[in-house]
């Protein structure tokens, strides 16, 4: 295998590392800001990856993916524990839509930073060395994955953040209906989700992703 293709993999590797690690983290994070420290107490607000990986998100699916010749790569962390009730009633369901967006948030906020770094710098254009190409590749790869995991979990599919985000929004405005709706679906929710994702649907379901991308690449 040649140096650059090494470069790529490792790049490609540590950008989704930061991208799904971070995404975990964040909802840790926002937790702990609204008075849940179960995330903290279990050790999982740590920057260290060893904490956050799931077998089969962080290393199984990525490399299928990868070996498979998918267009890009995707994968998720173990999930950090979280004690909503704790979070409604310090901060009520604001508070919960907030924990519930966070890595989304986070993921968003590293793709406009690719982004600017992409459109106002040459790291692209002039590449001389094994290290400018990891961090031209790099940097894409952050924008390309950030934009893939935060639209992708934008979805309101459980059990997607985008669910319980409308969730607890129906909730607090008293909409019970659609409450209720999500909470008889959450079983079937993995069914769902990969019905959307092995399907046909999956191409105008994951069509903005591509749109996103291009708008923000340079």
Do not use: C
């Not at 409604?88 to 890595?103: E, F, M, T």
């Not at 459109?119 to 994955?145: D, G, P, R």
């Amino acid at each position: 295998m040649e140096n650059n293709e090494i470069i790529k993999i490792v790049a490609s590797v540590l950008a989704l590392a930061v991208a799904i690690i971070g995404h975990e983290i964040m909802h840790g994070k926002m937790a702990y800001h609204y008075g849940d420290d179960t995330a903290k107490n279990a050790g999982r607000l740590s920057i260290n990856p060893l904490v956050h990986i799931d077998p089969i998100g962080t290393i199984l699916v990525p490399a299928l993916l990868y070996f498979g010749g998918a267009p890009f790569l995707f994968g998720w962390a173990k999930p950090v524990p979280i004690y909503i009730r704790e979070v409604i009633r310090n901060a009520g369901y604001k508070g919960a839509i907030n924990v519930s967006l966070a890595g989304i948030y986070f993921n968003f906020a590293l793709a406009i930073i690719a982004s600017i770094i992409l459109n106002f710098s040459n790291i692209t254009s002039s590449i001389n060395s094994l290290v400018e190409l990891f961090l031209a590749y790099f940097v894409l790869q952050t924008l390309l994955y950030n934009v893939v995991l935060g639209f992708f979990n934008l979805l309101p599919i459980p059990p997607l953040d985008g669910s319980h985000a409308v969730s607890y929004f129906a909730t607090w405005n008293g909409w019970h209906k659609i409450s209720n709706f999500y909470d008889s679906i959450e079983k079937y929710g993995m069914i769902i989700l990969i019905l959307v994702i092995a399907t046909p649907i999956s191409d105008f379901v994951f069509a903005p992703i591509w749109h996103i991308v291009n708008f923000l690449a340079p």
